[in-house]
């Protein structure tokens, strides 16, 4: 299975700072036929399903803002949030929807400083 | 407007069966994939099954491969995961998730789009 480790556990930004997310897969998840990496970003808020951030690493799911981005590639990817906004407190998860089984992060939980 | 709403879930002893259901509505079921997905308190999501639209196509995780059983039923906009000889570190909260892939016989991209709002399993040893 791949693995994905996500760093830190925790971190707490300042409001209109940047918040920056870290995701490690233990193995390539950059299909050759695309070029595309295939890994999703989500975010959790306490007592509610995860919601989809972005998907192949950079597409943002429609209606998300645009001061969520993601970037990376092969291994090693980055979630940042330009502007932290209070309603941006929430858990993060990176998965990687390459291969089975599809595997999710460990989370990143968000704070305001 | 899309919605997913689980039901089924409960207290249940080790070693028990339980079935889950979900019913959907503001798309067209038939046409996208389905999946079950768990997550234990304090822990990442974890995937555990994804059928086809057409359900033709069944998938699951090793953990529950043997044990669970998905389905759906697109007359009715419904799917099920049929949950047996459960165990303790079956204990989650079990989400319905929409696939963002379109086709009956789409295997999944495994990109969650829409979630329901889950239903708590709790299985005691």
């Known amino acids: 299975d791949i693995v994905m480790t996500q760093s830190p556990d925790s971190l707490a930004v300042s409001l209109g700072e940047r918040a920056t997310i870290n995701c490690k897969s233990s193995?390539?998840?950059?299909?050759?036929?695309?070029?595309?990496?295939?890994l999703a970003w989500y975010q959790q808020k306490p007592g509610q399903p995860p919601k989809l951030l972005l998907y192949w690493a950079s597409t943002r799911e429609s209606g998300v803002p645009d001061r969520f981005s993601g970037s990376g590639s092969g291994t090693d990817f980055t979630l940042t949030i330009s502007t932290l906004q209070a309603e941006d407190v929430a858990v993060y998860y990176c998965?990687?929807?390459?291969?089975?089984?599809?595997?999710f992060g460990q989370g990143t939980k968000v704070e305001i400083k | 407007d899309v919605q997913l709403s689980e039901s089924g879930g409960g207290l249940i002893q080790s070693g028990g069966s339980l079935r889950l259901s979900c019913t959907a509505s503001g798309f067209t079921f038939s046409n996208k994939p389905m999946s079950w997905v768990r997550q234990a308190a304090g822990k990442g999501p974890e995937w555990v099954s994804t059928?086809?639209?057409?359900?033709?196509?069944?998938y699951y995780a090793d953990s529950v491969r043997g044990r669970f059983t998905i389905s759906r039923d697109n007359s009715k906009n419904a799917l099920y995961l049929q949950m047996n000889s459960l165990r303790a570190e079956d204990t989650a909260v079990y989400y319905c998730?929409?696939?963002?892939?379109?086709?009956?016989?789409?295997?999944?991209?495994?990109?969650?789009?829409?979630w329901g709002q889950g239903a708590l399993v709790t299985v005691s040893s």
């Open positions: 193995q390539s998840v950059l299909h050759n036929f695309n070029n595309k990496n295939y």
């Open positions: 998730a929409r696939d963002i892939a379109e086709g009956a016989d789409n295997t999944g991209s495994y990109v969650f789009d829409r």
């Open positions: 998965q990687q929807h390459y291969t089975a089984p599809r595997t």
């Open positions: 059928i086809s639209g057409s359900g033709a196509g069944t």
